[in-house]
């Protein structure tokens, strides 16, 4: 494609700092562009992982961002590699837009919670959004069932409650779907499909929802 490129940028090393935690995940932020005409083009600002925890860790933690980025499951050490292959996998036989940013948005001595949000533009726009909580001790994303105490009915209702001014495809909380969840700072974000969102954030305020959350995670914020 004439005008085609790429850029990697690494700017910085950001470290997170708490009195409560033993450990910290070290991150630094990467950006890709590739592609300057108006029908193809892929951008992605993430902050990767590095160091700072167990292998374990940085392991699920980086699994995950392939998951998100649409590219074979490897142990990314060099974010680069990373984004060239993401962006290699878009712009191939493909036409459109896509922008991604992925930060890290909440981490204490427990857990540590990453946000992704994809924008696809062509003849009509999709987004999808995730948040992804990961257990320290050995890696593993923390689930709906881990966080909830309450039964799938009781979450939906959650969802409706706190749905905000997301357009839904439904018109009862019946019909929603909750898939993920995680936690931010003073909230619960719950992941669920919406109108043209493949993955919308129903975001629940903690503190209001203490009573059907478990008890190893009522406390972490």
């Not at 533009?121 to 909580?133: G, I, P, Q």
């Not at 993920?180 to 493949?198: E, K, L, Q």
């Amino acid at each position: 494609m004439q005008g085609k490129k790429i850029i990697i940028i690494s700017i910085y090393l950001l470290m997170a700092t708490t009195a409560f935690a033993q450990s910290f995940i070290n991150t630094r932020d990467y950006s890709v562009k590739r592609g300057s005409g108006q029908h193809t083009s892929f951008s992605a600002e993430i902050e990767y992982p590095v160091s700072g925890v167990s292998q374990e860790v940085l392991t699920s933690i980086r699994a995950w961002f392939c998951d998100i980025l649409d590219i074979p499951q490897r142990n990314f050490s060099d974010a680069n590699v990373l984004l060239r292959m993401a962006a290699d996998s878009f712009m191939v036989g493909g036409r459109g837009q896509r922008e991604v940013k992925i930060e890290r948005s909440f981490e204490d001595g427990r857990c540590v919670t990453f946000q992704s949000w994809i924008t696809d533009k062509d003849d009509e726009t999709w987004r999808a959004a995730d948040c992804a909580s990961f257990n320290k001790e050995d890696g593993h994303r923390i689930t709906l069932d881990e966080i909830f105490s309450c039964d799938e009915a009781q979450i939906k209702q959650l969802m409706w409650q706190y749905r905000g001014d997301l357009q839904l495809d439904v018109d009862a909380p019946e019909g929603l779907l909750p898939v993920n969840a995680g936690f931010t700072d003073g909230w619960v974000i719950v992941i669920g499909p919406a109108y043209h969102r493949t993955g919308a954030e129903f975001k629940l305020r903690y503190m209001n929802i203490l009573p059907y959350l478990k008890s190893d995670y009522s406390g972490y914020y």
